[in-house]
T-cell receptor
């Protein structure tokens, strides 16, 4: 079963704007990860945030985690056309080393 | 550095034919290995995972099977393909039974059963 659920399912913005995607999950976690998938390709790991962390940055990416609300957000600042992709969150925890992926957010950045 | 190879990239097979997809990892030892399937526009469905040679766990009872004949080789098979087996198959690995590390995915195999 899929624990993480991304919101929105689809997002369309102009180049230069910020893109925010959210992920909600149901059970306790050890960490939460975000991945990007370009069309027809494999997933690429972007960033991992541990359950005891609240915010993490990597370049233009900013991830927040609120364990009390069981939710996370991924912010892409100053988006570029090359950011067009699907973005997935995945959670690990509950004694399992098997990641549980959401259904993804499809992001389109118009040049 | 670690790399993961998955092949073939695309495959068109008739219903009832056998299937063999291969995944190999280089530059690491004793990885956890995973097979996922992704339907069009959907999330990832875990099919099989392996924590060691000959150790296979199945998440979804179906027409597929997996094997791990060597430490860094993971094979997805079917004796007779069904139309419903069509999809995008992804292999992934992780450095053993530890938390705090991301998963590395192969480039995927697009399987179309006709």
């Amino acid at each position: 079963s899929q624990q993480g659920e991304e919101d929105p399912q689809a997002l369309s913005i102009q180049e230069g704007e910020n893109a925010t995607m959210n992920c909600s999950y149901k059970t306790s976690i050890n960490n939460l990860q975000w991945y990007r998938q370009n069309s027809g390709r494999g997933l690429v790991h972007l960033i991992l945030i541990r359950s005891n962390e609240r915010e993490k940055h990597s370049g233009r990416l900013r991830v927040t985690l609120d364990t009390s609300k069981k939710s996370s957000s991924l912010l892409i600042t100053a988006s570029r056309a090359a950011d067009t992709a699907s973005y997935f969150c995945a959670t690990e925890g509950g004694g399992s080393y098997i990641p549980t992926f959401g259904r993804g957010t499809s992001l389109i950045v118009h040049p | 550095s670690q790399t993961i190879h998955q092949w073939p990239a695309t495959l068109v097979q008739p219903v009832g034919s056998p299937l063999s997809l291969e995944c190999t990892v280089e530059g690491t030892s004793n990885p956890n290995l995973y097979w996922y399937r992704q339907a069009a526009g959907r999330g990832l469905q875990l099919l099989f995972y392996s924590v060691g040679i000959g150790q296979i766990s199945s998440e979804v009872p179906q027409n597929l099977s997996a094997s791990r004949p060597q430490d860094r080789q993971f094979i997805l098979s079917s004796k007779k393909l069904l139309l419903s087996d069509s999809g995008f198959y992804l292999c992934a690995w992780k450095a053993g039974a530890v938390w705090g590390y991301g998963y590395t995915f192969g480039s995927g195999t697009r399987l179309t059963v006709v």
